[in-house]
Structure formats: C-alpha cells, structure tokens
C-alpha cells in the first residue's frame, strides 16, 4: 500500500514539473497552545513549495527537539483543459519541554526562487502534568469506528503529544500490611491506535502481584473526561499485596503504542472515502506511552502481634465443618477450616490447631477461591486419623484477623468438637505410637525481672565491728583472762608439786623422829605406845614418799606403789612383817618371841634400805 | 537483775523496728508504684531510703529494676552492684545486671581476676561483716580454750589432740578476721563506681588541661584508684588509667 502510495506521487511529481506555475508561497505552522510538561508535541510547518532553504526557528534551549520529519506532496489537477499543481513541505518537529511557562516560539523563514517567507511566531504555554490534554483541542474517536472514517481536521495529521496516555487507577493510597490495593492499568486515547506493543510493568518493588483476569482489549469504549472525548480501555486490573511498610512508590508502567497516523493532506478532488484513505497516507508510528508513578502508604500493623496471628489482614468470617464425630479406629475424619471475606487471602496462614495426642494429623488440603476481586475463601482440610480409642476433644480453633476498617486485630473462632472413637482394642494396639516431639520455649524478647515483694526486711546501716575499738577489746580480753587462768593453774601446779617433794625430802627425818620417839616409849616400860608409834612412823614414811594422803594407806596402795617404784620384793615382805607384828602387838600386848626393841631395829634398817631406793 | 535484762532485750529488738515504721510504709508504697507503672516515682522512694541509711538487699535490687524502668541505666547498674555486694549468689540480680550492661555503650576486654581473689571476696560477701566479726571473736575464744587445755592437761594424747584443735580454730579466726575486713571494704568502702554522665572524657591529669585519653559513657563501672580534688583516677576494666572529673561518678 504505502510504496503503491509513493509511486504514485512521483508520476504525479513527473506531471507537475511540466507545467510550472507561479503561486504565491505561503508559510505556515500549527502548534499546541498548550502542552504539559514531559510529553511530547509536535510543531509542524508546511510549506506550499518545494525545494528552498528553510531556517528552523530558534528553539528555546530547554526544550528538547527531534526531527524535522520532512514530507514532500505534489497534486496536480486539470480544471477545464488547464492543469495547476499545488505541492507541498511538511517538516515535522517533536519537542518534549521539561519545566513550565509560557514560551515563544521565534518566527521561522523559508527562502525560494528570491522569495523569502516567514511563518508566525507563536506562543506556547507548557503546564505542569497532564492537564493540557483535556484542554488541547482534538477529537477522540474510538477505535472501533475509526475504519474508515477520518474526521481529522485541518491539513495536518490529527496528531497531538498527549493524545496517548496511560494510567494505573489504584483503589486507595493508604493501606495495612498485607491489605489488597486493586489496581487498574487503563489506556486513553484521542487518536487511531492500531494496536499495543511492549506493554512493560515495573517490578512493583515492595508488593506482591496478582494478575486478575482481564478480558483482552478489543474495542475501545468513548469517555467524556472534562468535556473531552476519549477513548478508554482496560489494559490489566490485579491486586498488589504490600509488604513492607512506608512510602512506596510505584514506578510507571511503559509501553508503545502504535499510533495511526496520516501524513498526506487532504485534496478536494480526491474527497471521497475511497481516494482519501487511498492517497492520504496513513502510516503507523510507535509512540512510547508511560503512566505516572503513584506513591501508596503502607502502614505496619500495630504492635505486639498476637500469636494466633497467621498474616490474614481484611475482615474475614471463620467457620469449621467435622465430617463425622463417631467413627472407628484408623478411619479417617475430615476437619474444614474454612476462612471467608475480602482481604490477603491468599497470605493468609495456617491457623494453628492442637490436636489431642492419638490422633494422627496430616498437612491440610488447601483450597483457595478468590473471585475477581478481592472477596472469597480459603479452605483448609485436615485429614485426621484416630490411633486409639476413646473420647478426643478437638478445641475450638481460635484465628485472629487484622481488620483494617476497624484497625484493629479480630479473634474469629469456631466451634470445638467431641470426636468418640470406638474399635476393637487389638486394633488401637497395632496402631503406630504416636510420635510427640518436643519443643523448645520460645523465648519472645529479654527484659528484667519484675521486683521483690514482702516489706524488704530493711535495716538501718551500723557501724561495723570491726571499726569498733570495743571489739578489737574483746580479743585483749579473752587473752588476758586466758593468761590469768593459765598463770592460775600454773601456782596452783606448783605449790601441789612442792607440797610432795617437801614431804619426800622429810620422810626419812620423820619416820626417825616416830622412832625415836617409840624407841623412849619402849624405855618407860610402854610397849603398846611404841608399837603404835612404829607403825605410824611406817605409815607416814611411805605415804609421804609415794606422795599419797593418809587416807589412801592401806597395804595393797602401797604394794602397788613400791612395786611401781621399782622397790624389791623383799623389802615388801619385810614391810609386811613389821606392819604385821605390831598389829598383832597392838591386839595381843604380851607376845613372845622378838622384842620390841628388835622390832624398832628391823624397822630402822628398813626405812633406811627403802630410803635409798625411793629416794 | 533478770527484768532489767528483759527490758533491754525487748528495747534492742523493738528500736529498729520503731524507727522503720514509716521506712517500710514508703518502702511498699514504692512497691505499688512500681507495679502500677509510676517508675521514676519508684526510683525516687527507693534512692531516698537508700539515702537515709536503710539497706536491704531488695531495697538496693528494687532501686535497680525501677532505676531500668524509668531509663536511667547507669543508676540501675548502680543499685544492681550494691545488691549483689549483699547477695552475691542472688540469681536475679545477677539476670538484671547483665540485662543492664547489655545497653552500656562501652565494652571492654576485662581482665579476669584470680579465681582465689574472686572466690575470697564472694565468701566473704556470704554473710555480713558483724556476723564474721562475730564468728573470729567466738573462734578465737575457743582456741584459746583449747590452748589452756594444752597448757595445763598432763596426758600426752589430749594434749596433742588440743594443740593441733587449738591452732586451727586460731588459724580460722584470723581468716574470719580477714573476711570481716574484706566485706567491711567491699560494702562501706568500695573503690568501684559507675559512671552517671552520660559522656565524660578522660584525662592524663586531673584538670582540663591533660590530653584526652578515652571517653566513657555512662553505666561503665570503674576502679576508683586515687582522688584528686574533684578528679578522681580511675582504672578502666581493660587495665587503662586515666583522671576524670569525681561529679561524673558514683561509689558502689
């Protein structure tokens, strides 16, 4: 079609330059009175002439120009045997303006065969987003009755720079955690679209996607937005499930379309539909579309998160389902948990059940059904199997929710069941023991430990002892009385120790002395005073000698301290026999035999031997 | 003679409980307080009591958690050492210190002491200083005792049974001696502080003018080693010296 189109206008070309006509050449140059800022316009200049120099205008330096894209056209026609030819220059200029304002596009010149043409200057007032499109003048038509029928006015292709445009509606800018945001991608549009390529998402940083079903665009529907007409279609609608809190921004979605558009003007002679869309040619030109970034505010859930908290947020309903409540050993109950309403459930966690020990639980069966929207339900079946028999008690699960209407953390909860298990026991004997691990305390956080009650036993601080002069006394004291006890005990040692060897030393004199004294008794003729001055003088020699008291004389005493002094046997006997015979005198005062002169001898010679040994 | 003994035994034991009346009515006051979440209010009952002279190991340990409660870290550090100087085996103490030391912004490589050194102090930690200087005076007594049945007992056996029975209780006396010193030193005299500004710089010199040498932040505990004016030469927990100003600091 388009290389048909342009043979045909070099024949007419050929034609044309036959019959040279002098026309007057004209300048001219459409232009926006307002764009906004970012998007691309176009500022076209034709020129009735062909050849010659044109000098651009001086673009202001903050705009960004592209082209020119220079078309040329020659109609030639026949008006009653005469021909006129009429051609055309187009040159095309993209500009793109970054900051508002009003500007002034200079005055551009053309210059042929000695003419010098020169177009306006216009101005051009750049707005800040995309306001200029529904001020910018142009006609929407929607694509479905675009075929064929081109209302583009003036001689320029209808072509604007925010003809196109993209946008992501989301359903609300403030959300929880986890809260669902709908969002829809929906394509604007004044201008013929021959169709969409490379429709790029961002990666939704910060969010998890689902795509919903969206029925493919096909057909554009016509919407009025603020007295402009345009036409609109749903590109993608799905749910962004955020995860992380703050600020998110939501980086735009790019894409190309392909814009139809014509870049032939229009001819009176070739003014019907078939000639139009014939010669005027309608090209396709990619033009790359982006949407505005939205910025979404997420908000942490509050703090502390309770435990039964599995991630749900939305405002959910919970209701549970026991297949049976009687059943028999090893045969298998389903439990349905199932969680209903609008919010992340697909995020939504297991709810945490504590089945009694014996029966056997397995990994849930999880269902999701989640229509379109947001709203629908979660199903979790449990495959239980009972391992003995018995009555069981399944407690009510208890699954607290986020709400975010309510802003708040909700505890849904279902109802417990009895479960009887009955069967044989043999059965419930075969079965696997049951198996429970065991788990470590979860420790949440660390903090002090709280305070001690009870009165606190307090005590006023004392001086201690030991900087205490008192107490250092004490110690002085106790030895200085343990020194007089001790020197005490010493005398006391000392003096019993004289007494006895004062004793030892006097008892030989003593004894003599009783002697003596018997010896002059038995003199005056008294013979029973000289015995008993004999055994006194006996007595006392050796209970002086053996350091014993009187009292303790008796006759075993003293063997048994003469033998312990080492005294001969002999000397005991002859003790015996003196001791013996004054005792018999004492009793029986005329005895025969030895006289009592011969007895104080013996004793003397006595005395004198056991003095010498025990000395 | 006995009514006369009487009267002052029930004297001895009803004065302290006379003085402290209103003590333990601020003392469970500060308790409630505490519990009904009134920290700093706590802390300030507690530190007064602390103040006019009464000691107990809650008291001290009490001060600490509402010290921790309120925010200020560096005076629970404080009243959690004082504490431990009176129950050196408490568990809890023990828990709430470390938890406490855990926000001291500065960390050292310690030193470990002795383990005789740290074993001879928690001993004698273990009970009070009167009730060690109790025991060595009773100690005392009885070696002597014993060394009088030396002295005088004339059989052999006993005699050598009551020397080695008298040295010992000698030797036993004196290590209570020092064990009474030791906890008298620890508890009334402690050369240990706990830095409460929240930063202070230390010096090479007392003064302004000697050059920095670190920076402590409070709830660092030091080693008080000499004082000057109002500088006082402390020894860091990684063995280093320095002088810091004596307002920035207070005693265990």
Known sequence: ?615 | MRRAIAIIIILICSLPGVVSQSAAERYMQAGGLYSSGDYSGAAAIYRQLYEEGYRSEDLLYNAGNAFFRSGDNASAILFYERAKLRAPADEDIDYNLQIARSRVTDRFETVPRLFFARWFDFLSLLVSTNSWAMAALVMFVVSLLLALIFLTKSRARGRLLSFWLALTALILSAVMISLALRNNSLINNNKRAVITCSIVTGRSAPGENGSELFVLHSGTAVTVEQELGKFYEVKLPDGNKGWVRGDCMEKI
């Open chain 1, 1 to 615: 079609m388009a290389s048909m189109k342009r043979y045909i206008l070099i024949l007419f070309n050929l034609l044309a330059a036959l019959a040279l006509n002098a026309q007057e050449v004209n300048l001219t140059v459409d232009a926006p009175e307002r764009a906004a800022a970012g998007e691309r316009f176009r500022i076209v200049y034709t020129v009735n002439a062909t050849g010659g120099q044109f000098s651009p205008p001086a673009f202001d330096p903050s705009f960004s120009v592209s082209g020119p894209q220079q078309s040329t056209s020659r109609n030639v026609q026949w008006i009653n045997g005469e021909m006129s030819s009429v051609s055309t220059t187009t040159l095309i200029y993209y500009v793109v303006a970054t900051m508002p304002g009003r500007y002034t596009i200079p005055a551009a010149s053309f210059e042929s065969k000695n003419v010098t043409v020169s177009a306006p200057a216009r101005e051009i007032e750049i707005v800040a987003g995309g306001a200029a499109a529904s001020q910018s003048q142009g006609q929407v038509q929607s694509q479905g009755q675009s075929q064929g029928v081109s209302q583009a006015s003036g001689a320029q292709a209808a072509d604007g720079g925010t003809d196109v445009s993209l946008r992501l509606h989301v359903s609300t800018r403030e959300v929880y955690i986890g809260q669902p945001v709908s969002a829809t991608l929906k394509l604007y549009t004044r201008v013929n679209l021959s169709g969409i390529n490379e429709l790029k998402y961002p990666d939704f940083k910060g969010f998890l996607r689902e795509d919903l079903e969206t029925p493919e665009l096909r057909s554009l529907e016509t919407e009025v937005i603020d007295g402009v007409q345009y036409g609109t279609g749903v590109l993608q609608r799905f749910l962004l499930y955020p995860q992380i809190s703050g600020e998110i921004r939501i980086d735009p979605v790019q894409m190309t379309a392909m814009v139809q558009q014509r870049t032939s003007m229009r001819d009176p002679f070739f003014d019907d539909p078939f000639f139009d869309s014939f010669f005027s040619g309608v090209s396709t030109v990619p033009r790359s579309v982006s949407s505005l970034p939205v910025t979404i505010r997420v908000k942490p859930l509050p703090e502390p998160r309770p435990a039964d908290f599995h991630g749900a947020v939305g405002s959910f309903t919970l209701s549970s389902d026991l297949s049976k409540s009687e059943v028999e050993v090893n045969d298998a109950i389903d439990l349905t948990i199932s969680i209903k309403g609008s919010g992340n459930l697909n995020l939504s966690g297991e709810p945490g059940i504590n089945f009694p020990q014996g029966i056997e639980k397995y990994d849930p069966e999880v269902t999701v059904r989640s229509s379109g929207t947001a709203a629908g339900s979660k199903t979790f079946k449990y495959l239980l199997i009972p391992r003995n028999t018995g009555s069981f008690e399944i407690p009510p699960v208890s699954y607290t929710v986020f709400d975010p209407q309510q802003q708040k953390y909700v505890t849904l909860r279902s109802e417990g069941y009895s479960i009887t298990v009955t069967g044989s026991g043999d059965q419930a004997e075969v079965a696997a023991p049951v198996y429970v691990p065991g788990e470590d305390v979860k420790y949440l956080g660390q903090d002090i430990r709280f305070i001690r009650s009870g009165n606190g036993s307090l005590t006023l601080v004392r001086q201690p002892l030991v900087k205490t002069t008192y107490y250092w006394l004490w110690f002085v004291l106790a030895l200085f009385v343990a020194s007089v006890v001790l020197l005490l005990r010493r005398e006391q040692l000392r003096r019993n120790a004289d007494l006895t060897g004062s004793r030892n030393r006097k008892a030989a004199r003593t004894a003599r002395r009783r002697l003596a004294k018997a010896k002059a008794l038995l003199g005056s003729g008294m013979t029973e005073q000289a015995n008993s001055e004999l055994s006194k003088a006996l007595w006392g020699y050796l209970a002086d000698k053996l350091s014993m008291p009187q009292s303790q004389i008796t006759r075993e005493n003293c063997h048994t301290g003469m033998r312990a002094r080492k005294v001969d046997e002999g000397l005991i006997t002859e003790f015996d026999s003196i001791i013996s015979v004054t005792e018999y005198s004492q009793y029986a005062p005329r005895t025969e035999g030895e006289s009592p002169a011969a007895l104080l001898e013996r004793a003397s010679l006595l005395i004198g031997k056991l003095d010498n040994v025990l000395d």
